[in-house]
């Protein structure tokens, strides 16, 4: 069972554009912190934002100033706008659900984002 379905990703060559969209049902979105993260080839899976129900957000030092989270309580969906994106910014992003009131983080299945320089 799909709890968190994301979308928007692709190609794009270095100094693009890409919005992420992550949807989930009311229930987990009403009480969740959101986040994405990232994994590239032969590397450890790695936070890349999070934002918190009213708003509150963290990024990593990486993506700062060209990355965006957002979250549009209405629709149950996190958004991750990426600016002047990069080579290295080449990896599959996830969808993170996780707080006090779930036993284990939820994840999606993934989108692949492919900088090409």
């Known amino acids: 069972q799909v709890q968190l379905v994301e979308s928007g990703g692709g190609l794009v060559q270095a100094g693009g554009s890409l919005r992420l969209s992550c949807a989930t049902s009311?229930?987990?979105?009403?009480?969740?912190?959101m986040g994405w993260y990232r994994q590239a080839p032969g590397k450890q899976r790695e936070l890349v934002a999070t934002?918190?129900?009213?708003?509150?957000?963290n990024y990593a030092d990486s993506v700062k100033g060209r990355f965006t989270i957002s979250r549009d309580n209405a629709k149950n969906t996190v958004y991750l706008q990426m600016n002047s994106l990069k080579s290295e910014d080449t990896a599959v992003y996830y969808c993170?659900?996780?707080?006090?009131?779930?036993?284990?983080?939820?994840w999606g299945q993934g989108t692949q984002v492919t900088v090409s320089s």
């Open positions: 009311r229930s987990i979105f009403s009480i969740a912190t």
């Open positions: 934002i918190m129900y009213f708003g509150s957000t």
């Open positions: 993170n659900a996780h707080g006090d009131r779930f036993p284990v983080p939820l």
